[in-house]
Nanobody
Framework: QVQLVESGGGLVQAGGSLKLSCAASGLTFSTYAMGWFRQAPGKEREFVAALRWSGGTTDYADSVKGRFTISRDNARNTVYLQMNNLKPEDTAVYYC?????????????????WGQGTQVTVSS
């Protein structure tokens, strides 16, 4: 049974930082691309960042580029999202996801597995 478990969310002031973690089990983690998505109340789930299995290729939404960094530790079956200079508009539930798709990683339906999400709230 595949499980993705996010942690690290919380309440932070604007300009602050958080580091999200996503621990994976039940899959061959090193062969999956990993992504982070977020969903704010009343909005659709949107792409944040993705990282291919090798860790060498990353992709970021324009809204987070330069502020967020995705990374992975294949030995620990964990993917991270370091979020710096947070803004109130970053407030959302953040989800990690895994896919063995080799194409565009920005599309949520292409992901096979999802975590339960972790809340990030940025106060102004």
């Amino acid at each position: 049974q595949v499980q993705l478990v996010e942690s690290g969310g919380g309440l932070v002031q604007a300009g602050g930082s958080l580091k999200l973690s996503c621990a994976a089990s039940g899959l061959t983690f090193s062969t999956y691309a990993m992504g982070w998505f977020r969903q704010a109340p009343g909005k659709e789930r949107e792409f944040v960042a993705a990282l291919r299995w090798s860790g060498g290729t990353t992709d970021y939404a324009d809204s987070v580029k330069g502020r967020f960094t995705i990374s992975r530790d294949n030995a620990r079956n964990t993917v991270y999202l370091q979020m710096n200079n947070l803004k109130p508009e970053d407030t959302a539930v953040y989800y990690c996801a895994a896919t063995d798709y080799i194409g565009d990683l920005r599309t949520p339906p292409l992901y096979d597995y999802w975590g339960q999400g972790t809340q990030v709230t940025v106060s102004s």
